[in-house]
């Protein structure tokens, strides 16, 4: 299994958070990260992500194996929704197992912020007045609405 993956369906952490446990692994941490019911004062009644997959797939990957090395981890993998999404779902998680706990709190933070920054995901977030918006922070998707 590759350390990064795009999921179009609901995300198993069971699986991925084995994966990080290791006889050499004395920490792991994860970040879950959720649709929340509302954005900036405004209420929120679902959400769906569109990603440039191979794109995606090749700059998600960089990043994990990047913080694998910056962080000195055993492991590292995160899982990122495309497609419909309501509130409460798990859109995004990320975990990191390594000898310590510091680098995995470390590891969690940058690589999240990281797939953020710089993976071609993009949000279109759907409000309860019936307007829906397109959230990324450099780019829209294509055939998207541009900036």
């Not at 509302?38 to 569109?50: C, K, Q, T």
Request: hydrophobic letters at 45%.
């Amino acid at each position: 299994m590759k350390r990064f993956a795009l999921s179009g369906f609901p995300i198993d952490i069971a699986p991925l958070h084995a994966r990080l446990r290791r006889a050499d692994a004395g920490a792991c941490s994860s970040f879950e990260g959720w649709v929340r019911d509302h954005n900036d004062g405004r209420p929120v009644r679902g959400l769906r992500y569109e990603a440039y997959a191979a794109l995606a797939d090749a700059e998600g990957s960089r990043i994990l194996d990047e913080a694998v090395r910056r962080f000195a981890l055993v492991e590292a993998c995160c899982v990122h929704r495309v497609g419909e999404l309501a509130i409460g779902d798990l859109a995004v998680w990320v975990g990191a197992s390594a000898a310590h706990r510091a680098a995995t709190f470390d590891a969690c933070r940058f690589i999240v912020d990281e797939v953020k920054l710089h993976v071609p995901i993009w949000k279109h977030e759907h409000y309860a007045d019936g307007d829906a918006q397109w959230l990324h922070p450099d780019a829209h998707p294509p055939g998207g609405p541009s900036r």
